[in-house]
C-alpha cells in the first residue's frame, strides 16, 4: 500500500477573551478534503521563530494554506484599508516565514482563499484591498448572510482547474472581499469568475508545484469535483516523495 503523504496544515488564532481562551484551530473542510484524497493532515499552529518552522517543514511533504482574515497590506508596503480585517499578526508572521521556506524548497504548496493571497504577495505579486471598491461592477464575492455563497466560474482548459472541472457551468463558493491584482512571476491566472475576478492561479515553474483558489472547494457546498483538486495536489505530492526532489542538494557529496 502506498505511504500517505504528510500535509502540513497552518492553523487560525484566535486571543484569549474574557471567558475563553487562547485557540489554535482550524475548520473541518480542510483536513478533511486532505483525508478525502489519501493525505494525512498535520496542523500546524503558528510558529515563533524561523528554526521551527524550518523543522515543521522537514517533517512535512507537502502543505496547504488556509483561509482566514486578511493579510495586513503593511507588510508589503501599502497603506491599511478600512474594510482590511488582519489576521492575528503571530499567525501572518508564520504563515509569512513558512510560505517563504516553502518556496526556497521548492515543496508542493496549495493556498485556498487567503492562503492564495498569501502565496500571490510572497511570490511578488499584489492585491486589490477591497472588491467593492477597486472593481465596483464585479458580483457579489461575499455573502454575510451565507457562508456558501456562489457564483460561477470560468476555466482555462489547459490548466489544472480545467482538467479537473472540465466544461459545463461550474458553481463555487466564495468569501472573500480582497483579490488578486498583479499575478506573480512564475504564475499564471487559471480561472476567474465572468466578472474578472481572479478566482485560480497556477505555478509555471517546471520544478515547482503551487496552486491557489480564491474560492472554497473544502466548503460544506463542495461537489465531488471540488475535491479532485486536493487529489491533484496530493498526486503531486506523492509524485514528489516518489521521484525524489529534483531541487534537493542536500545529499550530493563534494569530491575533491
Ligand atoms: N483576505 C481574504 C479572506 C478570504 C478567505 O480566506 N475567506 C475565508 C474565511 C474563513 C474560512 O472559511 O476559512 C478576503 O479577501 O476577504
Known amino acids: 500500500m502506498p505511504c500517505k503523504p504528510l500535509i502540513g496544515l497552518n492553523a487560525d488564532f484566535r486571543a484569549a477573551a474574557r471567558t475563553t481562551p487562547a485557540f489554535a484551530y482550524i475548520a473541518e473542510g480542510y483536513y478533511k478534503s486532505i483525508i478525502k484524497a489519501g493525505g494525512v493532515p498535520i496542523l500546524v499552529p503558528p510558529q515563533v521563530d524561523e528554526p521551527s518552522a524550518h523543522r515543521v517543514l522537514d517533517a512535512v511533504d507537502g502543505f496547504l494554506f488556509i483561509g482566514g482574515a486578511d493579510l495586513d497590506p503593511r507588510n508589503d508596503g501599502f497603506m491599511l484599508h478600512p474594510s482590511v480585517r488582519p489576521l492575528d499578526p503571530g499567525r501572518e508572521a508564520s504563515d509569512r516565514m513558512l510560505m517563504a521556506e516553502i518556496a526556497e ?152
Open 105 to 256: 524548497r521548492r515543496m508542493p504548496v496549495f493556498g485556498i482563499g487567503t492562503g492564495m493571497q498569501l502565496i500571490n504577495v510572497q511570490q511578488g505579486g499584489n492585491l486589490f484591498l477591497h472588491i467593492k471598491e477597486d472593481l465596483p461592477s464585479a458580483v457579489p464575492h461575499y455573502d454575510v448572510q451565507d457562508t456558501n455563497h456562489r457564483h460561477t466560474l470560468d476555466v482555462v482548459s489547459d490548466s489544472l482547474v480545467g482538467r479537473v472541472y472540465g466544461d459545463g457551468e461550474i458553481r463555487v463558493t466564495s468569501r472573500h472581499h480582497m483579490a488578486i491584482d498583479e499575478v506573480a512571476p512564475g504564475f499564471r491566472v487559471t480561472a476567474r469568475c465572468p466578472d474578472g475576478v481572479i478566482e485560480a492561479i497556477e505555478s509555471e515553474m517546471i520544478d515547482w508545484f503551487a496552486i491557489g483558489t480564491q474560492f472554497h472547494p473544502e466548503s460544506e457546498a463542495a461537489s465531488a469535483l471540488d475535491i479532485r483538486i486536493f487529489e491533484e495536489f496530493v498526486d503531486a505530492v506523492r509524485d514528489r516523495l516518489d521521484h525524489g526532489d529534483q531541487t534537493d542538494t542536500s545529499d550530493f557529496q563534494l569530491v575533491a
